[in-house]
């Protein structure tokens, strides 16, 4: 398999490489024409939010990401605005309405920010329809073509856990990529050109929240639906505190560029992270997106600088002889872990850093994690038990513990 072959085009006009990806992200090789459900990779994480305007900004300044594309009013899109940004491979669009009976108004008012669309590129969207369809999954659009001066994209929908869809988006058609800015409708845009080299590269995985009971059925709609492989399964003991506990399987694509850990909450004493999540995000959905970094010291201090939020971890953690002699050696002092509170797990194939965000927006619903893998194809289990505790503290503060 070439390096041409492995990369998508968002991961070539990033400038990454093979290698790179199998650091950032745990890439692995598998063969494509045994996939029912062939994925290239990301295409793009569709937000609602309550400002677009607003937001957009935000993440071009604090975050980094370039400003891409753009539509709206000015462009003929009534309705709504949405903003195109960018940060290494990984591509964010944010949506906001305009009219005030725009269908978006509603979407936000029961579930505040978050994500409603997680857009995969693939490289034939009738034939993943098809097998959607045969496996029963709900089709949201039916395989349509989208067309202007750039080129056509092919494009159709399908529904995933709550009123999360994935868009599957054929950038390639008749032998011609689509050359425009992001789609058809779209034009190109500037913003705040970040100083910094970007501090993100790529995105790892994203994680989504169920009803208690349901964990199974979506594991297994992306197995039968989307030919997806279990990489992980965390229950028990492996995922719980004195006082809330909930259940964890982790789905991914053949190549293992496109990852869904899926979460449901367990029965405790008290109420856990997802089941404050499902209260007040309304529903099952997005909870967080792990966002790959090639050097998480340097992201967490930018990101601190600018006002970025992050949770607490004690020093207790870093302090424990069996984590020290857990993880063995790692790229970076234990000590400058601990004074930015970043955490560190290490499995059979290597060793993982991460730390993770505050929610993002007013409801305790979307939060970020930064994640820099060395060998390591995990989500660091060693950490569950710290994280949560953490968690834990900031559901007590806003009493929903």
């Not at 290239?40 to 305007?53: M, P, S, Y």
């Amino acid at each position: 398999m070439s390096p041409h072959d492995v990369l998508t085009e968002s991961e070539q006009r990033a400038g990454l490489d093979v290698q790179q990806l199998r650091q950032l992200v745990g890439l692995v090789e598998y063969d494509e024409s045994a996939d029912p459900f062939p994925i290239t990779g990301w295409d793009a994480i569709v937000f609602v939010v309550g400002n677009a305007t607003q937001a957009a900004a935000y993440f071009q300044q604090v975050w980094g990401m370039e400003l891409e594309a753009y539509a709206g009013p000015e462009t003929g899109l009534r309705d709504h605005k949405a903003f195109v940004l960018r940060s290494g491979s990984i591509r964010f669009v944010l949506q906001g309405a305009v009219a005030p009976d725009s269908p978006l108004i509603s979407h936000h008012a029961r579930h505040g920010d978050g994500v409603v669309d997680i857009a995969l590129e693939v490289p034939d969207v009738d034939r993943c329809i098809a097998q959607a369809r045969a496996a029963g999954a709900t089709i949201l659009d039916e395989a349509h073509d989208l067309t202007d001066e750039h080129g056509t994209v092919r494009a159709a929908a399908i529904a995933a856990y709550g009123e999360t869809r994935h868009t599957l988006v054929q950038r390639e058609v008749g032998g011609v990529r689509y050359a425009g800015a992001y789609l058809p409708g779209f034009v190109p845009a500037t913003g705040v050109r970040p100083e910094e080299k970007r501090l993100f590269q790529a995105l790892d995985h994203i994680v989504g929240n169920v009803e208690l009971g349901r964990m199974d059925e979506w594991v297994g709609f992306y197995n039968r639906v989307m030919g997806f492989v279990n990489l992980a399964e965390f229950i028990g003991d492996d995922i719980a505190t004195e006082y809330s506990a909930l259940m964890s399987k982790v789905v991914a694509s053949g190549n293992h560029r496109v990852k869904f850990p899926l979460n449901e909450p367990a029965v405790a004493k008290r109420k856990s992270q997802i089941d404050e999540y499902l209260e007040f995000y309304g529903g099952p959905g997005a909870q967080h997106l792990a966002l790959a970094t090639g050097d998480i010291l340097r992201t967490v201090d930018v990101l601190r600088s600018r006002g970025v939020e992050f949770l607490d971890t004690p020093d207790a953690y870093y302090d424990d002889p069996e984590l020290r002699a857990r993880i063995g050696e790692v790229r970076v002092p234990v000590e400058e872990l601990k004074k930015r509170g970043i955490l560190v797990d290490r499995d059979e194939d290597g060793y993982l850093l991460q730390i993770f965000t505050k929610p993002l927006g007013d409801r305790p619903t979307v939060f970020f994690e930064l994640i820099e893998r060395h060998g390591s194809l995990g989500f660091g289990k060693g950490n569950f038990k710290a994280l949560f505790e953490s968690i834990e503290r900031e559901q007590e503060r806003r009493g929903n513990l």
